[in-house]
């Protein structure tokens, strides 16, 4: 411990594991918004207040870097206070999302994270494994929580790129989680992260889900937290304001809401949600610009992304993760 360690609880943040078994047993998921800057964890706060929702508020090691990590430290106490002076003492727990390293996740807590994920997804079994749990003994000393994954997801998670899914094998799970002792598990079934998550050919539709693999791990591990990343829905509506306002999102697609719900009243119980919330950005940035071409305050069109933001937010909370009222 040094000077600049600071401790979760002293910020008024949680850690997952009472927030995973609520929503385990009441058959919702907890949302986990990513956020980079003041107008998305504004509307994280906003939303999440309105619609009474705990909240996972995650940070990529991208967004660590854009945002420096004093900064954000300071940010997610805000947050927290923020919350409370609107009314609502939430339940908000600060996760490292896609953690790549022994030294980040300890970077991380030490600075006042109260949840990490360490991915190991691309090593080998048995290096994922020892990793894992490495993370795990200096992370539960502290009382902070761990998301492991097995089975890789297509797209992009941070710098790494992965072409193809490679779905999580059941008979994995139970010997990863006895062996390293994580809090939650996310898995792959068929999402992928960005906003290109299925290549279609004409009059081709989304393809469900592999709910016949979930429920296989859930058989073998009844009642474990898992954890579902890239879940954006890619909404349309926001993917026709970008193209109709000058930008070019060809063949953008998500997964559909009504799969995400089914997942939310399994053992879903996290839902990761990015790239949607950079759309609703984009798409309001964009046409404020283009209807008002001489404004140049920034308040102004950030303001109107940050509203978006906060309708689409709670959009999610209460009509597909299940988490409205909740907190
Ligand atoms: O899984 C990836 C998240 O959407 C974070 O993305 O690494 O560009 O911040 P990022
Ligand atoms: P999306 O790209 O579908 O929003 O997924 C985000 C995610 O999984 C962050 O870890
Ligand atoms: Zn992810």
């Known amino acids: 411990?040094?000077?600049?360690t600071v401790h979760f609880s002293d910020l008024g943040l949680v850690n997952t594991r009472e927030l995973f078994k609520k929503a385990v047993t009441g058959g919702y998921a907890i949302p986990a918004y990513n956020f980079n800057n003041l107008e998305q964890l504004q509307a994280i706060v906003v939303a999440c207040v309105e619609t009474s929702s705990p909240v996972i508020i995650q940070v990529s090691k991208g967004a660590r870097n854009y945002a420096n990590e004093t900064m954000l430290r300071y940010m997610a106490m805000g947050a927290v206070n923020m919350a409370r002076e609107m009314g609502a003492d939430l339940p908000i727990c600060l996760h490292l999302d896609h953690g790549d390293s022994f030294e980040l996740c300890k970077s991380c807590i030490d600075s006042g994270f109260s949840s990490v994920m360490i991915d190991g997804s691309h090593l080998p079994y048995e290096e994922n494994v020892a990793l894992t749990?490495?993370?795990?003994?200096?992370?539960?000393e502290r009382d902070v929580t761990v998301e492991g994954e097995l089975g890789v997801l297509a797209g992009i998670e941070d710098e790494v790129v992965a072409e193809t899914s490679t779905y999580t094998k059941p008979e994995e799970v139970e010997d990863f989680v006895k062996k390293?002792?994580?809090?939650s598990l996310a898995i792959s079934i068929g999402t992928s992260h960005g906003a290109y998550k299925f290549k279609l050919k004409e009059g081709e539709s989304v393809p469900p889900l592999r709910f016949d693999i979930l429920d296989e791990i859930e058989k073998?591990?009844?009642?474990?937290?898992?954890v579902l990343h890239g879940a954006s829905s890619v909404v349309q509506e926001y993917v026709e304001l970008i193209n109709k306002y000058g930008g070019k999102m060809d063949?953008?697609?998500?997964?559909?809401?009504e799969q995400l719900r089914k997942a939310a009243a399994s053992a879903v119980c996290k839902i990761n949600i990015d790239s949607d919330g950079r759309l609703a950005v984009t798409a309001k940035i964009r046409e404020y610009m283009a209807n008002d071409p001489g404004e140049f305050d920034p308040r102004k069109y950030l303001g109107a992304a940050r509203k978006e933001l906060v309708s689409l937010i709670k959009h999610k909370n209460e009509a597909v993760l299940g988490s409205a009222g909740k907190a």
């Open 180 to 183: 390293t002792g994580v809090d």
């Open 133 to 140: 749990r490495k993370v795990v003994e200096y992370a539960h």
């Open 220 to 226: 073998r591990i009844p009642g474990f937290p898992i």
């Open 251 to 257: 063949g953008a697609v998500g997964v559909p809401e």
């Open 1 to 4: 411990m040094n000077e600049k």
